[in-house]
């Protein structure tokens, strides 16, 4: 990882919200393309050694993603994100809940804010998480940070492939 670049990952558990910031040395219609376009999402966007297989995604507000991470082993873990507002090249918002195979979700979820921006080559990624009980907030930071810090870790590797 790029040590000049910056990462900041906060949680508010009193607010049962998270917030991210990542820099990315890429430009902005790349890292945007990244995280809405299915064929770049499962190639980043699952911590090894588990990987991401999206089902189907219909990048449109209203529009769903449905996709597993997928363990060496073979375990699915299945989640379905809602697109909810989508204001393109810079802001994205979803909301997130696992569920099983068939699509039956696991209540509560996740919404998640998305806010794009670039300056001088470099894109900034800041993620706002507000989770619907603090239950589920306690449960998802147990693995969360390291594995999204990996994912993101991911995605940097990828953009340098693809700039």
Same mark, same amino acid.
């Given at each position: 990882? /790029?040590?000049? %670049? %910056?990462?900041?990952? /906060?949680?508010? $558990?009193?607010? #049962?919200?998270?917030?991210?910031?990542? +820099?990315?040395?890429?430009?902005?219609? %790349? &890292?945007?393309?990244?995280?809405? =376009?299915? +064929?770049?999402?499962? #190639?980043?966007?699952?911590?090894?050694?588990?990987?991401?297989?999206?089902?189907?995604?219909?990048? =449109?507000?209203?529009?769903?993603?449905?996709?597993?991470?997928?363990?060496?082993?073979?375990?699915?873990?299945?989640? &379905? #994100? +809602?697109?909810?507002?989508?204001?393109?090249?810079?802001?994205? $918002?979803?909301?997130?809940?696992?569920?099983? $195979?068939?699509?039956?979700?696991?209540?509560?979820g996740s919404e998640w804010d998305y806010n794009f921006s670039e300056q001088n080559g470099i894109t900034?990624?800041?993620?706002?998480?507000? /989770?619907?009980?603090? +239950?589920?907030l306690e449960k998802l930071l147990e693995g969360f940070r390291i594995g999204f810090t990996m994912t993101l870790k991911n995605l940097e590797e990828l953009l340098a492939t693809l700039s």
């Open positions: 990882m /790029n040590n000049d %670049l %910056l990462f900041e990952f /906060n949680v508010d $558990k009193a607010a #049962q919200t998270v917030y991210i910031t990542r +820099e990315f040395n890429a430009g902005l219609a %790349l &890292v945007w393309d990244a995280f809405t =376009k299915p +064929e770049l999402l499962d #190639q980043w966007g699952a911590p090894a050694p588990m990987r991401a297989r999206t089902k189907y995604m219909d990048f =449109k507000v209203g529009g769903r993603r449905f996709y597993a991470m997928i363990s060496p082993d073979g375990q699915e873990r299945w989640a &379905v #994100q +809602e697109f909810t507002s989508i204001t393109p090249k810079t802001n994205f $918002k979803m909301y997130n809940a696992f569920s099983d $195979k068939d699509e039956n979700r696991e209540l509560p900034k990624v800041h993620i706002v998480i507000y /989770n619907e009980s603090f +239950e589920r």
